[in-house]
């Protein structure tokens, strides 16, 4: 097994920067540039050297004993003085050590992956949870980094596992005398399971939305003040305007952060049947990617659309500072509206996340699907008579497995190079 080391902490000038190092060899590596390791737990200053005895920096030098490390591998941790150059004749000090070698993306947190200190859930929380630049999704990354959807699998595991049992069970009787009948007990622990898991499943797609951010589409008729409304929502000239009627033909993203919230507004080609060929195209796109939105903000005075709002979708009356006083408007130009047209929007799709469970992938979702279709086949087989109970059973099995996938016990392998792609080095 190779030695690992990486910058822990982000690429330039900083005021301490973190050097990682784990493996078999990581005490011998660090003692290479620093003699003296500080014991397990324990954090010492250090004088760094190259080979040839010159000074590098001063550091803070900090080791864990294996198993008790994140890698669960011995690790030690170089912090020192946030400078590009320091960091760099410390990796190249390392790297020119045998059996050492720059770690890939991820790769610790593999490592810990495979010592059992992370379920593949875990992996992914902690993914999600570097990535989180909103309140809510670091509250959600770090549920799931915590572990909340391993515990839960871990209880449906236990309840599949516990219902295949008493069936199969029931199968070795078979010639003898007539057995316990398992079936409610079974169909209870069955019919509980399923419930729970259509639940997750069901709340999976807004805890979805709350990680990626939630889309609202800005929409209307050319000219009405689309992209004005936008540039004043981003605090910044994000799209062109112009009284040209046609003027925005891409769709235009800026993310922004609503009150913890991450959502992504799309301002968008005014909707009119145009003669432009690219304008056309343009339009075309708007639609999609509207009717594809959580939300839609209509600036329209009534005029028909190509987009037919939703039941939570808002409408309202553009360039408010040149109409009558009184009627539900709002204002790029003068930011009329602005205020209470974001906090609607807040609150609408605050109150779609109550709903929110704790499988925030779509993998999570397609294993629990996998897995509740497994279980109602069970369910129905289990309905028609213990002659089919080793089919039930089979049926459980196959969820069991479904579930075991989610949290990494099997079928990893595939999965890993995947998850591992979007990590960053160091961690
Ligand atoms: N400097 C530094 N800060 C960091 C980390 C790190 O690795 N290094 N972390 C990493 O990403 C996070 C903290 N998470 C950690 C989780 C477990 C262990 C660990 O060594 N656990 C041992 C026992 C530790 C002890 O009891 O002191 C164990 O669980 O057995 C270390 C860090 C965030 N901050
Ligand atoms: N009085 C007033 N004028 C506005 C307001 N918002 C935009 N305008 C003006 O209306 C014209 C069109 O604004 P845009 O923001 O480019 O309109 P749009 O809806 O993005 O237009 P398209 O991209 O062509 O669909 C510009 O001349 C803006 O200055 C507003 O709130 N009040
Ligand atoms: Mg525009």
Known sequence: ??????????????????????????????????????????????????????????????????PQSFTGEDVVELQVHGSVAVVRGCLKELGAIDGCRLAEPGEFTRRALENNRLDLAQVEGLADLIDAETEGQRRQAV???????????????????????????TIDFADEEVP???????????????????????????AERIRTGFEVAIVGAPNVGKSTLLNRLAGRDAAIT??????????????????????????????????????????????????????????????????????????????????????????????QGVTGLIEDIREILSNRCSYAGIATHERHRLAMEQALAGLNAAQEIVGRGPDLYDIAAEELRSAIRALEALVGRIDVENLLDEIFASFCVGK
Do not use: N
């Open 1 to 66: 097994m190779d030695t690992i080391f990486a910058l822990a902490t982000a690429q330039g000038r900083a005021g301490v920067s973190v050097i990682r190092i784990s493996g078999p060899d990581a005490l011998d590596a660090a003692r290479k540039l620093c003699g003296d390791v500080p014991g397990p737990r324990h954090a010492a200053v250090r004088k760094l050297r190259d080979t040839s005895g010159d000074l590098i920096d001063e550091a803070l030098v900090l080791s864990f004993s294996g």
């Open 143 to 169: 549920r799931v980094f915590s572990g909340a959807l391993g515990e839960k699998v871990e209880i449906w595991r236990r309840d599949l596992i516990r219902a295949a049992a008493l069936l199969e069970a």
């Open 180 to 206: 316990v009948d398992v079936s409610p007990e079974v169909s209870a622990l069955l019919a509980a399971t399923a419930s729970d898991l259509t639940g997750e499943i069901e709340g999976s797609f807004v």
């Open 242 to 335: 112009s009284e040209i009627a046609g003027t925005t033909r891409d769709v235009i993203e800026v993310k922004m952060d609503l009150g913890g919230l991450a959502v992504t507004f799309l301002d968008t080609a005014g909707l009119r049947d145009s003669e432009d060929q690219i304008e056309a195209i343009g339009v075309e796109r708007a639609v999609e990617r509207a009717e594809k939105a959580d939300l839609r903000v209509f600036l329209t005075e009534g005029a028909t659309l190509k987009v037919s709002p939703g039941p939570e979708d808002i409408i309202l009356v553009p360039k408010q500072d040149v109409l009558v006083d009184g009627v539900r408007g709002v204002s790029g130009r003068t930011g």
